[in-house]
């Protein structure tokens, strides 16, 4: 029997069959918890992690007590922007995993682009 898929894992299969990561554009794939928003940068080509960032690391944890989570949100996307540069990785591919292109995705993804990020 077929099980049933909710309504962001159809989404996400649709934009991963588009998707892919490469290596002069790998992928910003970016996972939103009820607390916290997670981003990371893979290549598929090679199946490796480039950078990662979320409201848990440190360098964004102890910022997070006065901000809401769409700030927090920003703040991730200028981290994980910012690590990218610093491994010379300029050009990206968004995948929004799924989720709507609104609130959090859209204010990380703003904040990643105004850091230098190019997707």
Do not use: W
């Amino acid at each position: 029997m077929a099980k049933k898929l909710t309504g962001r894992a159809r989404r996400k299969l649709r934009i991963r069959n588009t998707i892919e990561g490469s290596t002069d554009r790998p992928r910003l794939s970016v996972f939103r918890s009820a607390k916290h928003i997670y981003a990371q940068v893979v290549d598929d080509s090679t199946g490796k992690t480039l950078a990662a960032a979320s409201t848990l690391s440190r360098d964004v944890k102890g910022t997070l007590a006065e901000c809401n989570k769409t700030d927090a949100a920003k703040r991730v996307g200028a981290l994980v922007a910012k690590i990218c540069l610093d491994r010379s990785v300029k050009k990206v591919v968004f995948d929004r995993n799924g989720y709507l292109y609104h609130g959090r995705i859209k204010a990380l993804a703003d904040a990643a682009r105004e850091a230098g990020l190019d997707f």
